[in-house]
């Protein structure tokens, strides 16, 4: 693939300005089987929230069959408003201490060997909720010790000590979200900083904790908001710099019309060459295709990297 200009894709908009339908490749079925409806019983038993419902996920069917899902923490309202993103923004509800117990039930009830935990961006909260990340952390341990544990978290406006806070319980996942390229981030994530989240996968992977353990270090992208190659080649450059060792790539699509809208649809096999790109950089393992996102099949992305 070519490292500079136009990616291989196609436009989403028609030649009269109209939007054009979704690509087949993008079309999803919408699972309703026992699991799903397992899974969706057991969350709204325990009063949790998911990521595959707020943020509309095209991928929560075939998640909650094979009976997984990413719980979201911190409530469903975000304290930023970026502009790709379903879930509500706004003045966010008190933190509920109960949540970390509660998540750690569900994930023991699930039987999951692979939780992923997320969470707003809570900018009102003097840690950004890094407490609660790591009481989360440590009820998963206490209560399905075999369990892998991923987290995907904010960017704690660049605090050294509320990382380290998170670092310190022990997760074996580190996640956190690039989203996309630095001249897009005004438009895209206002309230973020390229360089600031740069910095959190640095010194997440540089993390060793008191145990002699380190930790995974993972982060994404979205493509087609009009971004080109150069710019998407460069920032995996800079992500393998920094330490990230998993690299996740996918399709953005447009929540609704209040959001951004998409420039373009990446064929499947621009993400082919983006996975042997990331491969040649050095990334432990590159998950790219049109419905990847950071939390879907988690599990398989790590597969036999994590240690």
């Not at 949790?48 to 899902?69: K, Q």
């Not at 409530?75 to 998540?103: I, L, S, W």
């Not at 995974?216 to 920032?235: F, R, W, Y």
């Not at 809208?261 to 590159?286: C, K, M």
């Amino acid at each position: 693939m070519s490292d500079s200009g136009a990616p291989q894709t196609i436009s989403a908009v028609g030649p009269d300005g109209e939007r054009i339908r979704l690509p087949r490749w993008l079309k999803v079925r919408v699972g309703k089987g026992a699991s799903f409806r397992k899974v969706d019983a057991l969350l709204q038993e325990h009063g949790l929230n998911t990521v595959c419902r707020s943020a509309l996920c095209p991928n929560v069917g075939r998640c909650f069959e094979r009976g997984t899902a990413t719980f979201l923490i911190l409530g469903n309202t975000c304290t930023r408003r970026c502009r790709f993103c379903a879930v509500a923004g706004g003045n966010p509800q008190p933190v509920d201490p109960a949540e970390p117990g509660k998540v750690a039930d569900a994930v023991k009830q699930l039987g999951l060997r692979h939780a992923v935990i997320t969470s707003v961006t809570r900018d009102d909260l003097a840690d950004g909720g890094a407490a609660h990340f790591a009481a989360t952390v440590s009820a998963i341990r206490a209560a399905a010790p075999r369990c892998r544990v991923e987290l995907l978290v904010p960017d704690f406006q660049g605090r050294e000590e509320d990382l380290f806070k998170v670092l310190r319980a022990g997760p074996d996942i580190l996640n956190h979200n690039i989203e996309t390229v630095p001249r897009l981030y005004p438009g895209v994530r206002p309230g973020a900083d390229y360089r600031r989240s740069l910095v959190l996968l640095g010194r997440s992977r540089r993390w060793i904790g008191d145990d002699g353990r380190d930790v995974l270090t993972k982060s994404g992208i979205m493509v087609g908001l009009g971004e080109t190659m150069t710019e998407v080649h460069q920032v995996m450059r800079e992500a393998a710099s920094a330490g990230c060792e998993l690299f996740t790539i996918g399709q953005y699509l447009q929540p609704s019309r209040n959001h951004l809208p998409v420039v373009s649809f990446y064929l499947p096999e621009t993400f082919d060459q983006l996975r042997a790109f990331g491969d040649a950089l050095g990334f432990r393992h590159v998950a790219s295709g049109p419905l990847v996102r950071s939390s879907y099949l988690a599990d398989e992305q790590v597969g036999d990297v994590c240690r």
